[in-house]
Each structure stands twice: as structure tokens, then as C-alpha cells.
């Protein structure tokens, strides 16, 4: 028997799921995450969840972990101390930064500019240069850059990040300070931009590499935890970590290139969606995850989630590949206000969080969230966690009370008014992903999963018109099952810089072909065979003179006509309208893909069409500004081919889908809800 374990840290909960490589069959657990130590409700809800389903540690064989322990590490500020080498001249590399402020025209007056990671005082000069096209302008002064490295111990350093100008073009020098560094300090991770972001401009370079260093210490404590909690519970479960852009990478890796981390929370329900988009045969598909802090919103285009060539996370923007994931402050425990100064409703972005959480939770909470607004309006019944966990109602119906006094309303209008204000937050969202790419949403359906997803999901589906609306089976977990469904991916780049008419075909294929080998290199030892590993190219092209490229997938052997041609489409989806002048191929990048996880999705078994066996009870909620009656129905009890007409509340372990009046939610093969107009 083989087993993959999946496991998806959220602020709220920690998301656990098993599942038997051969059939398919999954067992699912929620626990409450421990914010002080991630890794205990890691490691803790793991046994737990194996005990439960009778599963020996030894039969796992790959424990697949999607964290956030990069991401709050950065947005908590509790970072390593940088010391920062670069070449003689650019010492205030991080301070002059980008020309850009964010915020409209007269921002730069109120903007607080970013400490850069890697202080002034750390950072000292390396006395060398190498020239545009990789020749050495100026050698190395090793006496000189050891007196300089003397400074650095007296800043205390507790790591080292080291970058050189035009070291995409030759890293001879770079590799030599290392090991400098590396004699000197021996105990600090050192990181090298020429491995990190081999690709010219040397701000976003030396920023990206900087950010590694800064989370490294972090990263390598936490996941050296892990793999000794892993060993002393006795499994020989190879443990994997989610990277930004939805593949894994290696506990290693992880542990020498974290940056690839930054946004591995969001991306688990990104490759959960695909997985269910490819089961339920709908190729695009918006996907919203709505959790208890914040919801997270992207798009897929042809069962291929949409990546950009950064990732964002607070004020810090650094050059990996992440999937394309706007956020916004609105979850369940998204806070109601009514500020005197406007006297309008608010809702978000504070939150409840955990602790305290909603009035409803009983905790102590006493502020009005999106959760109570829920409760009061019928939309979540008294019972949740499977009956586990008791929702104090009267609690939460003096919490939203407060909002309705402020407006003068009835206790169910301001509770509509809540609901109504934190779906606009989501539409907006999605209209982000959506609209202003160029997309038209009515050509999507629309996935809502995450805690509180599908309680909403209906309802954005209204307002995107994007039908249907399609509810995973356990969605409260699916992060997890995309942790555990996606595969292994290396990547490597070049920069290229030559313009179309000024280079051919030959020598293109001649740096991905050098590229493919390093990345087959790494995935082979990795264990991957040659059989299973799939080759992606990608370039940067952009037209001469541009300062932005937009990035093209190609399959392996394009011709650059064609990609020309391919870029003069995106650019006008993009942005209306196209260039006279020639285009220019500014990166290479290739990417290596191991084996697809070989996960069956469980299949239901086929119902007679009407969904009565799964009725628990009839139930009354507030809907179209009045009472009406609804049903509420056991999830686990509907088969395929069900339809539950709405006003309906379908409850399961991790989370309950509301279903609105004048629709109908179809009940498909592998148990996803199709909510659709009735």
C-alpha cells in the first residue's frame, strides 16, 4: 500500500488529507492550526488522521506540505539580518530601488518608503567587474574583499546574500566571493543571485536574492522540525513543499530557495481547482477560496492556472514564479463596522480571526462578522464540524444588532447589508482576474471552496454570471488535495536580449536545450525517471524599447515567427492594441515537470434524481428581503445525478453551500455540486 499525505497550513485551520495512490479513496481532518509552531498541528493532525483511518506511518510514501511560513515570516517582518555584497559603485543598489511609488500622483508625499531587507550598514563592496557580455572588465581583489568582509561580522550578519553586475552573463565571480564567504562565516547561509535569478536588472536580482537570504533561517528551523518529527514517528515519507507557481520542490531545496515559497498558501487551492476542473470537464474555471481571514481569487484557462513572474506579498515584490492569486480582506470573520464619520457600512478587512472569531463561535468574540450575518440569516445552521461545533445564535444576533441600530435597520436587513457588502469585496476580485485580463466571465465557470466559499458561491455566480457554480467535494480542505495532487517542478532561466530579425531559430533552441539538461539533471536526482518528466518553455518577449515583457508558453521546437506572432495577439488582448516595431526575446525559461499524481477521484454511486434519502430537515431562512422555507440536507447521503432545488443548505464536515432561490444544484460523478439557474 502507498499513501500521500497532503497538509494545507491556514491561519484558522490546519487542512489534513490521506489518500490511497491506488484507488483513489480519501480520509479528510480538520484541526485548529497552532500559530506559535506550525508544525505541531502538522505534525499532530497527521498521526491523528492516520490513527483514524487505520494507516501505518510506514506505508506513506511522500508527505506533500503547503505553508505559510515564508509568507508571515516576511509580512510579521521577522526576518534574518542580510549582509548584502555587491560591486564597488553599487553599494546603495536597494535604497535607490525602482523610480516607482505606488498610489496615485502625489503618494510619494505620504508613502513610508520599505526599510530595504539587507540594511546600508551591512552591505559592502566587492572590488571587481564584469562587463555586459560576460568578459572581466576588472579581476577580483580577494585581499581587499576579505578586509571588507570584516565589517560584516561586525554587523552581526545571520545571513549572506551576494550580488554582482551582469552575473547572468558570467557568475565566475560570484561563485569566487562565495567561497570567500564561505571560509570566513562558515555557519551562514549564503545565497547566490547567479543561482537564484540568473536574469539581468540588477535591482529586482538583488532584491530577490536578498529576500531568500532574509527567510532562509526561518525556513531551513522550520522544515529541519518537520523532517526530525517525521523520522522520530517512524515514516519514510519523502516530504515535499509547495512552491508559489503550484508545483513541489524538495525539502532541501526548499530549505536553500524559499523564495519559491512566498505564496505556497494560496496556491494549494489553485492546484486542488485544476484537479476537479479536469475531473468535472470544465476547462476554464474562476476559482474563489474563501477562508476565515481573507479570500483568494485566480483564473484558469484551458485546465492551466494563469502565472505571473512575481510574487507580491505586503510591500515586498520579488521575481518567482507565482500562480496569478489576487487577495482581498474579506472572509468569514471579516468585521462589520458603521464609522460615524460615513455612517456606511463597512465589512473587513480586520478580522476575528481564531481567536476570538465570531459572536457565533462562542469564544468570547463580541464584534459582528460575516459569519454571524450567516448564522442570523439562517444561512448556517446551529450544528457544524459534523455536529462537532455549536453555534451560539443569540450571540450572534445581539453582535449584528449593533450594526442595526447604527443604521436603523431591522436585525435581517443589516445582516443581508453584511452579506451583500463582503460579495462586492469578492466581485471585485474576481473582476481583476477576470475582465480587466482581457476575459469575459460568462465563458466560466466558477469554483467556490475554502470555509466559507460555497456559502457565497451561489451568489457570486449571480453577480459574475459564471455558471456553474461548481462545489468540490470537502472544499474546506481542497488546499490540501491540491498539495497532494499536484507534482514535483524545477525551473531554470537565461537572459537572452536579442531582437527577433537579429537572431534565429538555431541559437534559441540551442539555450533551451542547455536549459532542459540542468532542469532534467535536478529532477533526475530528484528520482524521477526520464519517462516521466514533461518539458515546458517559456519566454519574455516584448517590443523594442518596452520596459515590461509580457511571458509566452511554447511548445518545444516553436518557431520564432510563430511566437512573434502569438505575442502580437496577447499584447492586444492585453492591452488593445500592438507595435510597428520588432519584438525582442528578453528571457528563456524552462520548466521540468515530474509525474502527475495517478489519484482516481472517488466516484459516486448513481441516485434516483431526487435528493430526499439526504434531508435532515426543513429549516426557514431570509432570502429576497423576506422568510422563506428551505431544506437542509447531509451532503455525505446525496448520489449522483441528485438535484436539490433552492432554497437548500447542504452541510458536510468542513462546510456548508447555500443555494439560492430560483436555482438548482446537479450532483455530478464525483460528487461535485453544478449550481446553475433552475
Known amino acids: 500500500m502507498s499513501y500521500r499525505l497532503g497538509v494545507d497550513v491556514g491561519g484558522t485551520f490546519t487542512d489534513l488529507i490521506v489518500i490511497d495512490e491506488a484507488t483513489g479513496r480519501a480520509v479528510r481532518d480538520k484541526v485548529p492550526s497552532t500559530p506559535a509552531d506550525p508544525s505541531q498541528a502538522v505534525i ?150 547567479a543561482d537564484i535569478l540568473p536574469e539581468m536588472q540588477e535591482y529586482e536580482r538583488a532584491l530577490t536574492t536578498v529576500a531568500n537570504s532574509a527567510v532562509r533561517p526561518t525556513v531551513a528551523r522550520y522544515v529541519g522540525n518537520l523532517e526530525r518529527e517525521l523520522k522520530a514517528w517512524g515514516t519514510p515519507a519523502k516530504l515535499n513543499l ?91 470573520g471579516s468585521i462589520a463596522a458603521v464609522p460615524e464619520l460615513t455612517g456606511a457600512l463597512r465589512v473587513g478587512p480586520q478580522s476575528a480571526g481564531a481567536v476570538p472569531g465570531p459572536a457565533a463561535y462562542g469564544r468570547g468574540g463580541e464584534l459582528p462578522t460575516v459569519t454571524d450575518a450567516n448564522v442570523v440569516l439562517g444561512y448556517l445552521p446551529e450544528n457544524l464540524l459534523g455536529g462537532t461545533f455549536k453555534l451560539d445564535r443569540p450571540a450572534a444576533e445581539a453582535a449584528v444588532k449593533t450594526v442595526a441600530d447604527a443604521l436603523g435597520l431591522s436585525v435581517l436587513d443589516a445582516a443581508a447589508g453584511i452579506i451583500a457588502i463582503v460579495n462586492e469585496t469578492m466581485f471585485g476580485a474576481l473582476r481583476l482576474v477576470s475582465v480587466q485580463q482581457g476575459y469575459d466571465p460568462r465563458d466560466f465557470a466558477l469554483m467556490a471552496f475554502g470555509g466559507a466559499g460555497p456559502l457565497h458561491g451561489n451568489a457570486m455566480g449571480m453577480l459574475m454570471n459564471s455558471w456553474p457554480v461548481i462545489i468540490p467535494p470537502s472544499p474546506g480542505v481542497l488546499c490540501a488535495y491540491g498539495d497532494a495532487t499536484t507534482r514535483l517542478r524545477v525551473d531554470a532561466q537565461r537572459s537572452f536580449n536579442k531582437l527577433v530579425p537579429n537572431t534565429n531559430d538555431e541559437e534559441v533552441d540551442a539555450v533551451i536545450a542547455e536549459l532542459v539538461k540542468q532542469v532534467s539533471e535536478e529532477l533526475a536526482a530528484e528520482g524521477v525517471p526520464a519517462a516521466d518528466i514533461e518539458i515546458r518553455t517559456e519566454l519574455d518577449i516584448r517590443y523594442a524599447g518596452q520596459a515590461f515583457e509580457v511571458p509566452l508558453y511554447a511548445a518545444p521546437g516553436t518557431k520564432i515567427a510563430t511566437l512573434a506572432e502569438a505575442f502580437d495577439v496577447e499584447h492586444k488582448r492585453l492591452f488593445t492594441f500592438n507595435l510597428s516595431v520588432p519584438q525582442e526575446i528578453v528571457n528563456i525559461r524552462v520548466v521540468a515537470l515530474g509525474k502527475a499524481a495517478n489519484v482516481e477521484a472517488e466516484r459516486l454511486p448513481q441516485g434516483d434524481g431526487t435528493p430526499a434519502a439526504a434531508k435532515v430537515r426543513d429549516h426557514q431562512v431570509y432570502m429576497d428581503g423576506k422568510m422563506q422555507p428551505a431544506v437542509i440536507y447531509d451532503r455525505s ?24 432561490s430560483g436555482h438548482a444544484a446537479t450532483v455530478d460523478a464525483f460528487g461535485n455540486l453544478l449550481i446553475n439557474p433552475a
Open 637 to 660: 447521503k446525496l448520489r449522483a445525478g441528485d438535484v436539490v432545488p433552492g432554497p437548500a443548505i447542504i452541510t458536510e464536515m468542513d462546510s456548508t453551500t447555500l443555494v439560492h
Open 44 to 193: 499532530n493532525g497527521a498521526r491523528k488522521l492516520c490513527e483514524t483511518a487505520g494507516i501505518a506511518p510506514t506505508d506513506l510514501s511522500l508527505f506533500l506540505h503547503g505553508t505559510t511560513v515564508a509568507t508571515n515570516a516576511v509580512l510579521e517582518g521577522k526576518v534574518a539580518r542580510v549582509g548584502l555584497i555587491v560591486t564597488e559603485g553599487y553599494r546603495h543598489i536597494l535604497q535607490i530601488a525602482r523610480s516607482l511609488v505606488p498610489g496615485g500622483l502625489a503618494a510619494w508625499i505620504v508613502w513610508p518608503k520599505p526599510t530595504p531587507m539587507a540594511p546600508l550598514e551591512a552591505t559592502i563592496e566587492a572590488p571587481e567587474r564584469m562587463g555586459a557580455n560576460g568578459e572581466i572588465v576588472r579581476p577580483l581583489d580577494e585581499a581587499k574583499l576579505r578586509a571588507n568582509l570584516e565589517r560584516l561580522r561586525a554587523e552581526k550578519v545571520e545571513a549572506i546574500t551576494i550580488c554582482l553586475i551582469n552575473s547572468y552573463m558570467n557568475d565566475a565571480h560570484e561563485r569566487r566571493v562565495a567561497e570567500i564567504c564561505a571560509e570566513v562565516f562558515p555557519d551562514l547561509p549564503i545565497s547566490v543571485s
Open 242 to 332: 509547495l512552491r508559489s507557481d503550484g508545483g513541489l520542490m524538495s525539502a532541501e531545496k526548499s530549505s536553500s530557495a524559499p523564495v519559491n515559497l512566498l505564496m505556497s498558501g494560496p496556491a494549494g487551492g489553485v492546484a486542488g481547482a485544476v484537479y476537479i476542473a479536469k475531473n468535472s470537464g470544465h476547462p476554464n474555471v474562476l476559482t474563489l477560496d474563501m477562508g476565515g481571514t481573507s479570500t483568494d481569487v485566480a483564473l484558469i484557462e484551458d485546465y492551466q492556472a494563469r502565472l505571473r513572474r512575481e510574487t507580491s506579498v505586503g510591500h515586498l515584490t520579488v521575481r518567482a514564479s507565482s500562480l496569478d492569486v489576487k487577495t482581498v480582506g474579506a472572509g468569514g
